[in-house]
């Protein structure tokens, strides 16, 4: 995976703590052998700092794979908290709450199998926090699906809008905000992503240096002005 900063700062992350279970081990585990795209320990630890941080009791993820993410946010809820993970492929749902039985989280968890835009689309409910870790192409319709799931004082948290690879770099990325022709359609989206972000004045957005960058776009205003 790519960093915004020096390998021995995530080390120092992993170490600093919190510590990994057994089953978020075994969820790496199952990433590094398969190639799948977690959102990685960085992050997951943002996350569920975020998630103490803002007291949140309910959180909507979108894109949740097997829960790797799901799960550190899950044991930063209080026991009463609630997670709504979505998911088109229902194996890896499955698995999601496969692993959060496993540590005991499932009560805290409900798992929907479908296109989380349409999901997020029909609830009516309001969200603390609001996860994006879908498609990249498809932030910006999962950010118009869930803005107004999520009151003042909430936030939505977006994983990879600063590095992938050799593809979306920081350079590119300033440079295609500057108004240059982006590289590759990787930095357009990201660009054309943190530029809408920017534009909505109902949220106030800050980057974090974790993982491959973390979004933390906090909402300010019940509605655009
Ligand atoms: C980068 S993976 C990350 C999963 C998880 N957040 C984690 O940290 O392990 C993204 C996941 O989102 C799912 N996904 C992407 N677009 C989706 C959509 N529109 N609806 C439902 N699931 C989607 C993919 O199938 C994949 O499992």
């Known amino acids: 995976m790519a960093e915004l900063h020096a390998e021995a700062v995530g080390g120092l992350i992993e170490w600093a703590g919190p ?3 057994e089953v978020l081990e075994a969820m790496t585990a199952r990433a590094e052998r ?3 795209p977690t959102v ?4 997951g630890r943002a996350l569920a700092l975020c998630t103490r941080l803002s007291g949140a009791r309910s959180v909507l ?3 949740s794979g097997f829960g790797y993410s799901a799960y550190w946010v899950a044991r930063a809820l209080p026991p009463d908290g609630r997670i709504v993970l979505t998911e088109r492929d229902g194996a890896l749902l499955a698995d999601a709450r496969a692993y959060f039985e496993r540590g005991d989280l499932a009560d ?4 929907e199998q479908g296109d989380a835009l349409d999901i997020a689309e ?3 409910d309001t969200f603390d926090l609001v996860v994006l870790d879908h498609d990249t192409a498809d932030y910006v319709a999962g950010f118009e699906a869930a803005r107004d799931l999520v009151a003042p004082g909430g936030a939505i948290l977006v994983d990879n809008v600063a590095v992938y690879g050799d593809v979306l770099t920081p ?5 295609t905000l500057d108004g240059e022709e982006p590289p590759n359609d990787r930095t357009r989206v990201v660009a054309e992503f943190l530029t809408h972000l920017r534009q909505d004045d109902a949220f106030e957005t800050y980057l974090l240096p974790v993982g491959e960058g973390l979004a933390v776009a906090t909402r300010v205003q019940p509605s655009k002005e």
Do not use: K, N, S, W
């Open 34 to 36: 398969d190639g799948f």
């Open 19 to 21: 510590a990994a279970d």
């Open 122 to 124: 029909a609830r009516t």
């Open 108 to 111: 805290r968890a409900t798992f």
């Open 171 to 175: 350079d590119g990325l300033l440079a």
């Open 40 to 43: 990685g320990p960085e992050v």
């Open 61 to 63: 993820e979108l894109g």
